[in-house]
């Protein structure tokens, strides 16, 4: 038995020997797997020193740390950065009411998940902001992030990029940078006499303040934008040299559809683009001769004036004064705002042109816009629609419109944003917007924090079906 034994131990001792290998290969495979997880995961988790570069907020410096597990991540800018800015309380109802504000960061990154190619990292997720929601995509190559900002419709909105490369805390002295901000803003503002506002003392007090904490770009931007929001004018924003272009040629900025041979209706999205754009719209619309024109401005936040005078030129049909920019020259002397039989005395816009208009600016008290219809001019019924979003260049036009009763206004009140700015380079690459004319319409109407109110009030979304059923009830009178 003894040699029976043996024997059948020898018998089998090639399977033994082979599970014994196969035991062993598993073993050093999942170790293999666990070193390789391991190393996957260090090559993301930890500190990054990013960039952000969006539009609104051009391109700021800051520090996200990225949490790991397994194939999927997370990521967060400092927590609770919230609370040194609008304080505890309100840090607190925005963490429950809106899923801005998670863990008090005002930049992160959910529902992320990486896979590895040779020696780069590829991942994927979603960024969320108060600049809104966006899909992240990009990879990791020599510790070095790449990343696009998209938009739900796979439009790039911008970027994150960054490196290993951890600075030290606060990224940079704030405090003395909002000390430049100060000093430029008493010297370009409109008007020095807003600066004794309640609402700029306060603005100033709560940003001096909120300094002593900031530790990178994304505070003092944000810090700024919220409080900002209580000052008694508009067009006052501040952000960080961009490295992108938001500038696209060959954007459309107006576009006409024919609803039947009676009806067109004219999209215009924003007037950023030329004088001769709004021509060309405008030789088609002749050329059909259409008997109702719908122009919708809901969303629109304006542009330059060189593409909303020349817009204007073609639906208002007599020569009126469209009204006046009043400048820091004007309010150092007087403290009233001239009366329409005083514009005479001013300097007059009259060229679709926003250099010429610029320079006005800076050399004379005020400068008023003069509205000179084409020699080919539309005089069919005219509606506008608009809504809270509707801002900047469009409201002047709207108003005068509205009281020449030369359109239907439908929709919703205006924004209210209505000023000339311009752009001040700072310190660290940071630029200033600031308002540098105030403007008033013909009649002395301040649009600025108060907007245009519709003829026809609508929600925004029921405006154009609103347009059509006026027209309709237009046909059958």
Same mark, same amino acid.
């Given at each position: ?184 803003? !008493?010297? &370009? ?5 807003? @600066?004794?506002?309640?609402?700029? =003392?306060?603005? *100033?007090? /709560?940003?001096? $303040? ?46 006409? !559809?024919? &609803? ?5 209706? @004219?999209?215009?999205?924003?007037? =950023?683009?030329? *004088?001769? /754009?709004?021509? $060309? ?197």
């Amino acid at each position: 038995m003894m040699n029976h034994s043996f024997f059948e131990v020898r018998q089998h001792q090639p399977r033994f020997v082979l599970i014994c290998l196969q035991l062993s290969l598993i073993v050093l495979t999942n170790i293999h797997c666990f070193a390789q997880t391991d190393s996957v995961e260090s090559m993301l988790e930890g500190k990054w020193n990013l960039n952000l570069n969006h539009p609104a907020v051009g391109d700021v410096q800051f520090i996200m740390n990225f949490e790991t597990n397994k194939n999927q991540f997370k990521a967060y800018s400092k927590t609770n950065a919230d609370r040194n800015i609008v304080g505890f309380w309100n840090s607190f109802l925005a963490r429950s009411f809106t899923q801005n504000f998670k863990k008090g960061s005002l930049v992160r990154i959910e529902n992320g998940n990486f896979k590895t190619s040779n020696d780069t990292l590829y991942l994927k997720g979603k960024m969320i902001s108060t600049l809104g929601e966006f899909v992240l995509e990009g990879f990791i190559l020599n510790e070095n992030l790449q990343s696009t900002l998209k938009y739900s419709n796979r439009k790039i909105a911008g970027s994150i990029s960054g490196n290993r490369i951890i600075p030290d805390l606060p990224l940079r002295d704030y405090k003395a940078l909002f000390e430049d901000i100060e000093a430029l803003t !008493k010297n &370009k503002i409109y008007n020095k006499d807003v @600066l004794q506002s309640k609402g700029w =003392k306060t603005f *100033s007090n /709560e940003m001096t $303040s909120a300094t002593n904490n900031f530790q990178d770009d994304l505070d003092i931007i944000f810090a700024f934008y919220y409080y900002s929001k209580r000052l008694p004018f508009s067009h006052y924003t501040l952000t960080r040299s961009s490295k992108v272009s938001t500038n696209n040629q060959n954007e459309k900025h107006l576009t006409l !559809k024919q &609803k039947n041979t009676e009806i067109a209706y @004219l999209r215009i999205a924003s007037f =950023k683009g030329s *004088s001769q /754009e709004v021509d $060309s719209i405008f030789n088609l619309i002749y050329q059909n001769n259409y008997k109702y024109l719908i122009v919708d401005l809901r969303n629109n936040s304006g542009g330059n004036v060189e593409a909303g005078l020349a817009f204007a030129s073609h639906v208002i049909n007599s020569t009126s004064y469209g009204g006046i920019f009043l400048t820091q020259n004007w309010f150092n002397t007087y403290s009233h705002v001239p009366k329409i039989q005083d514009y005479e005395n001013f300097q007059h816009f009259t060229k679709a042109n926003n250099d010429l208009l610029l320079r006005g600016i800076h050399q004379y008290e005020g400068l008023c816009l003069k509205i000179i219809p084409k020699e080919k001019n539309y005089n069919g019924k005219l509606f506008i629609l608009i809504n809270k979003n509707t801002a900047s260049t469009c409201e002047p036009i709207v108003y005068e419109l509205k009281k020449q009763e030369r359109a239907i206004i439908i929709g919703e009140t205006t924004a209210g944003s209505m000023l000339n700015s311009e752009t001040f380079v700072l310190n660290e690459k940071f630029e200033i917007k600031i308002p540098t004319a105030d403007y008033y319409t013909s009649d002395g109407y301040r649009i600025d924090q108060n907007g245009v109110e519709p003829n026809i009030k609508t929600n925004s979304n029921d405006a154009l079906k609103t347009a059509f059923e006026k027209i309709t009830t237009l046909e059958h009178q």
